[in-house]
């Protein structure tokens, strides 16, 4: 079946800590985008790829690193930097059209205990 | 900047009623729309999009949107609903050009009476 998967579902975290979500995707896209959610606030993007080997910042990168070695995979590393890391953590891909259609992951809830 | 809107923050609707949940974009040359839906926990679902041509779309789960330019809005209904339609909905625009990225809504969040 092709999808995107992420692991794991749950993640604690003690402050102070990195760590790092994976996302990996099985649908040939170029495209690869992470989302932050919190309650009322909608999606929020933190780093997309449009192709292996680069990214850019998205709207709220500040504590957060990525890396893009392999087109399947797009892991997303949260620092200590990052003030408030408890959330949701989404992961997407897409082809580079102009009409391309974001398709997401199951999600990754990360707390910071 | 550009924005989206989506004005009901929750609704409750009875099962079999008729639903509709607003959304209004803010203004842009060639805007690229969607609906998707989550339920608690879970990734975003696509429920249908829209690019051009025919300004009624159809999608999954007997849902439509009607865009409509003028009024820059792209709002989302159902003639009957049930009670697995219970889960949050984001509306979603890009604007034309392959680098354009995804704004989204805050979301509704639909809970169904029986």
């Known amino acids: 079946d092709g999808g995107i998967t992420q692991s794991p579902k749950y993640l604690f975290r003690k402050e102070g800590q990195n760590v790092t979500l994976s996302c990996e995707q099985n649908l040939n896209h170029d495209a690869m985008y992470w989302y932050r959610q919190d309650p009322g606030q909608g999606l929020r993007l933190i780093y997309y790829s449009q192709i292996v080997n680069d990214f850019q910042k998205g709207d709220i990168a500040e504590g957060y690193s990525v890396s893009r070695e392999k087109k399947e995979s797009f892991p997303l590393t949260v620092t200590s930097a990052q003030k408030n890391p408890t959330a949701f953590y989404l992961c997407a891909s897409s082809n580079r059209g102009r009409t391309d259609t974001q398709y997401f992951g199951p999600g990754t809830r990360l707390t910071v205990l | 900047a550009q924005s989206v809107t989506q004005p009901d923050i929750h609704i409750t609707v009875s099962e079999g009623a008729s639903l509709e949940l607003r959304c209004n974009y803010s203004y842009g040359a060639t805007p690229y729309l969607f609906w998707y839906v989550q339920s608690p926990g879970q990734g975003l679902q696509l429920l249908l999009k829209?690019?051009?041509?025919?300004?009624l779309v159809q999608g999954i789960k007997g849902f439509e949107a009607e865009f409509k330019r003028s009024q820059s809005s792209f709002n989302l209904r159902k003639p009957s609903v049930h009670w697995s339609d219970a889960a949050e909905y984001f509306c979603a625009v890009k604007y034309g050009g392959s680098q354009g990225n995804l704004i989204f809504g805050k979301g509704t969040k639909l809970s169904v009476k029986p």
């Open positions: 829209y690019f051009s041509g025919d300004t």
